[in-house]
């Protein structure tokens, strides 16, 4: 799995570099902003892009926006973004255009080595990584129909699923069984009115309604 790393901060950047190269990635390239960023993507074309959301010249939005100029120009590029803040817009720009192999995760994640990579696998995978902060603050902030159908136990459900968790990993962190994490989801899915499709579609429309992007 071949990446390339965009993070203006060189003892992050080599950090990411070790990690990564620890588990199996091939770093094609790290770059320290969002210019290098794209000339490296365009030259090596890799599975997936860590970047940081706020780089050269500016420390604003870089990274967010070369992260939609790579989802738009190469769209086999899944695309992990990192941020020192919870900054729920950037995590809604990124989804808006596509909603596979795409990730947004804070900073003090990577120091989990476990987690992030765990992340950033999925998001290679074609799979979606949000982090928990900011799933947890956009649950106290959509406390409205169609979301206040839902009981405690399937918001805790849907958070995870925003997380990107399979089933399985939803079951362990709810210390409950499979089947049970099934029919939580099918109520999810009735009660948000989405119709009768590919789970793996149904689940992101009900990931995009949790964010009201769908």
Do not use: C
Not at 51 to 71: C, Q, S
Not at 73 to 98: C, M
Request: charged share 25%.
């Amino acid at each position: 799995m071949r990446a390339v790393i965009a993070e203006d901060s060189v003892l992050l950047r080599v950090g990411l570099v070790k990690v990564l190269e620890a588990v199996g990635y091939e770093v094609a390239a790290a770059v320290g902003d969002a210019e290098e960023l794209l000339a490296a993507v365009q030259e090596h074309r890799p599975q997936v892009v860590v970047a940081d959301v706020r780089m050269p010249p500016g420390f604003t939005d870089e990274g967010v926006r070369a992260a939609l100029v790579i989802r738009r120009q190469w769209p086999e590029v899944a695309v992990l973004l990192l941020s020192q803040f919870v900054e729920e817009r950037y995590a809604a720009d990124l989804l808006t255009t596509n909603t596979s192999g795409v990730g947004y995760l804070l900073k003090q994640r990577v120091a989990n080595v476990d987690d992030f990579v765990d992340a950033l696998q999925r998001v290679a995978e074609g799979g979606t990584a949000l982090d928990p902060e900011v799933v947890a603050q956009l649950l106290v902030r959509r406390h409205r129909d169609p979301l206040e159908r839902l009981t405690p136990r399937e918001r805790d459900v849907l958070a995870l699923m925003a997380e990107g968790r399979s089933n399985a990993a939803i079951a362990a962190a709810l210390v409950v069984s499979d089947s049970a994490v099934a029919k939580h989801i099918n109520s999810i899915f009735a009660k948000l009115d989405l119709p009768p499709a590919d789970e793996s579609h149904r689940r992101v429309l009900a990931v995009l309604r949790f964010l009201e992007l769908g």
